[in-house]
């Protein structure tokens, strides 16, 4: 393949990181009216009247269009992948991240489609069985976060120790990506509180930690697309010719 095609590839990929953060957004919180999240102290009747018959259009559009646009992770952390790669001697953390980002996407693919189909049968299954479902989806949503969290630190960890200049990023992008992995870990208490800043729906689990997640993958993906225009001017062959040169004239 071309170098000028692989080039343009490869930023559109890095782009795929602002992407996803935009339109992930909008999918998964703007049209299934989910901010905040449904109180998950609700009762099956409660959740399905006043949730998913009240907001049937939006949230079975906006999760349907969630699970498609959950890729965009997939062709963002492939492509951070590729370059955290390139200044490993041996590339454990850029696999460790590339296996971490893909377990994510099904992550934040599997349920919304899990959603999707509570509304499109909300009114016409049992109520108790739509909020085993739903739940069931937040907590594969939300406990399953260690994949996310090791693919943060192998991030921080790379971005701490490159040595490589220019770096991929600067070392603060670096300490981002420690929080936002890090800032995961109440999401264990799901389970425990139904009310609270440690619940589905808490200004904690919902807001802190979606939030910091969402930075991080913009950071990356706008510092991974500053590395990929950078001139590529190989000094050491050139080096080489000029001494070569002066090898002859002498």
């Given at each position: ?65 969630s699970?498609?646009t ?47 189909w ?83 729906n ?10 910091t ?21 190989p ?16």
């Amino acid at each position: 393949m071309d170098e000028t095609l692989s080039r343009r590839i490869q930023i559109v990929c890095a782009y795929a990181g602002i992407a996803y953060v935009i339109l992930y957004g909008i999918t998964f919180i703007v049209l299934p009216h989910n901010y905040p999240p449904p109180d998950p102290s609700w009762s099956a009747a409660e959740l399905v009247q006043n949730y998913y018959l009240k907001h049937h259009d939006g949230i079975l559009l906006g999760q349907t269009l969630s699970a498609a646009t959950g890729v965009l992770y997939m062709v963002w952390c492939s492509q951070l992948s590729v370059q955290m790669w390139r200044r490993e001697p041996a590339p454990i953390l850029s696999l460790l991240q590339l296996t971490g980002g893909l377990l994510t996407v099904w992550v934040v693919m599997f349920p919304p489609a899990m959603w999707a189909w509570c509304a499109a049968n909300a009114g016409s299954v049992d109520p108790e069985i739509i909020r085993t479902v739903h739940l069931v989806g937040w907590y594969c949503f939300d406990i399953t976060y260690w994949i996310t969290t090791i693919e943060g630190i192998a991030v921080f960890l790379l971005v701490l120790k490159d040595r490589t200049q220019p770096a991929l990023m600067p070392k603060w992008a670096g300490w981002l990506a420690l929080v936002a992995s890090l800032s995961f870990i109440p999401l264990s208490l799901v389970p425990y509180h139904n009310t609270g800043p440690f619940a589905i729906n808490g200004w904690f689990n919902f807001h802190v930690v979606f939030i910091t997640f969402g930075l991080f993958i913009a950071v990356c993906s706008y510092y991974q697309v500053v590395d990929l225009k950078r001139p590529r001017i190989p000094a050491t062959p050139g080096l080489a010719q000029a001494i070569g040169r002066s090898q002859v004239t002498t």
